[in-house]
């Protein structure tokens, strides 16, 4: 019997795909199940005991009174219900911790692999899964986590020999089981500063990737990363990759990346450390399999809305880099076209960001749009800002084919239309997603 059967359990965030994922999963398991959500609509996935929407605070535990509280990703822990749950003694969960209890509590030992960051942890697990499918050996593979596969999902459908899991920091926030054997912090940079108190608090959630891993797992940071240095005894093996210096003795492999940038050559770096501890650990050759990781890198296409070739026409190229919604983010992609004209389309829901540094320099000239359009403006000296993507879109396009002519052909400096906004979308569209697909729309009417 499981822990979980005949338990009454309460779903916090229920009605979102992870919340979705857990009426699943903890229905198979034979539990009682109550949900609340702020949302008003949609139907459970499942016969539920107690539906409270929308929550009502503390006061839900005295009406379903249940033995277990899982929260999904985006509920704030801050609420209430989460002190009012612990004080009464109520083991509190998010989804991917239960989920990899249930997952071992079965019997269930994948091999994992982990990445959190504050930027390119999508790109970095999908080019991770990618070259582990199209190795010769062919383990069965499953990107899942905050990539957007729940991993309550995976453990319902069926468990594979690897798991590659994005981790953002709002599921790292609560880690009792949940323990890679590989694990990668790429980078922290200001971001979800509304949920957190502060710089260091952020980068402690993210740090939790790691906070449960045993004496042989492996959890790499970059060199320069400045928060770990007092919690390096919490580790099981705590490695600070030098990119600089690790980078030569890679250059094949690196080379072998068709998709633009060289923070996804950091990110390709971080793939590659990881496979090699993956490698070492299960006897495999590293040498034999060269050839094989050099044909897996080089056929990766990267990710749809992330430094996405949406077309050349005219002589100008567009790039829809619509999932860069942080500020490092769409400076990454901006360093991507170093010496090309790039004429920049940012803004989106207002975070208050600082976009100070792109203040246009002769190289690049920054079209704010949106609802973070005035402040961009401001902090950019911008000349205009505009009020959505699509009026952006064609100023940008107007001023790119005026100048085109003064630019040599053989000089390889034809201009760049870049969608990368450094804002979430939530202004105006349901997701990055939405945004970036309009994007190509505008580009395929433009002329």
């Not at 912090?185 to 979800?192: D, E």
């Not at 790499?220 to 005894?233: G, K, N, Q």
């Not at 769409?330 to 920049?344: H, Q, T």
């Not at 005035?374 to 940008?396: G, K, S, V, Y």
Request: glycine share 8%.
């Amino acid at each position: 019997m499981g822990f979980l059967e005949k338990k009454k359990v309460l779903i916090l965030g229920a009605m979102g795909r992870s919340g979705m994922s857990l009426q699943e999963l903890l229905f198979d398991l034979g539990a009682r199940i109550g949900i609340a959500d702020q949302k008003s609509q949609g139907d459970p996935a499942v016969p539920v005991e107690a539906d409270l929407r929308p929550d009502q605070g503390s006061s839900i535990l005295d009406i379903f009174e249940p033995d277990f509280v899982v929260t999904a990703p985006g509920v704030p822990l801050s609420l209430p219900i989460f002190d009012a749950a612990r004080g009464r003694g109520i083991p509190v969960y998010g989804e991917l911790d239960l989920a990899f209890h249930v997952m071992e509590e079965q019997g269930k030992k994948p091999y994992v692999f982990a990445v959190t960051g504050t930027d390119g942890k999508s790109t970095t697990v999908s080019l991770l899964e990618h070259i582990l499918l199209n190795l010769p050996f062919a383990p069965s593979v499953i990107a899942c986590g905050n990539i957007g596969l729940p991993l309550a999902q995976v453990v319902l459908d069926g468990v594979p020999d690897l798991l590659v899991v994005e981790c953002s920091s709002f599921q790292l926030e609560m880690v009792e089981y949940f323990h890679p054997d590989t694990a990668c912090i790429l980078n922290v940079a200001p971001a979800h500063m509304d949920r957190y108190d502060s710089m260091d608090d952020y980068a402690l959630a993210k740090a939790n990737i790691g906070r449960k891993q045993g004496s042989q797992d492996l959890l790499i940071i970059a060199e320069d990363f400045p928060y770990l240095d007092e919690l390096s005894s919490l580790f099981g093996r705590l490695e600070r990759l030098d990119l600089q210096s690790f980078a030569p003795g890679h250059k094949e492999l690196l080379d072998s990346l068709k998709i633009p940038g060289e923070h996804n050559r950091w990110n390709l770096l971080f793939c590659i450390r990881m496979l090699q501890d993956y490698f070492f650990r299960n006897g495999i050759d590293w040498n034999e399999n060269l050839q094989a990781l050099k044909q897996a890198i080089s056929t990766f296409p990267g990710l749809p809305h992330r430094m996405e070739v949406v077309a050349e026409k005219g002589g100008i190229l567009f790039i829809n880099d619509s999932k860069a919604t942080t500020v490092q983010s769409a400076r990454m992609a901006l360093n991507s076209f170093s010496g090309r004209p790039v004429y920049l389309l940012m803004g989106g829901l207002d975070k208050k960001g600082d976009f100070t540094s792109f203040h246009g320099d002769g190289n690049h000239t920054v079209y704010p749009f949106g609802e973070a359009g005035p402040m961009i403006q401001e902090q950019t000296a911008a000349r205009h800002f505009f009020p959505d993507l699509n009026a952006a879109f064609r100023a940008a396009c107007e001023d790119a084919a005026r100048n085109l002519p003064a630019l040599a052909p053989s000089e390889g400096r034809s201009p760049v239309i870049l969608l990368s906004p450094g804002c979430p979308s939530q202004d105006q569209y349901k997701n990055y997603e939405e945004r970036g697909r309009h994007f190509r729309e505008l580009v395929e009417e433009w002329r």
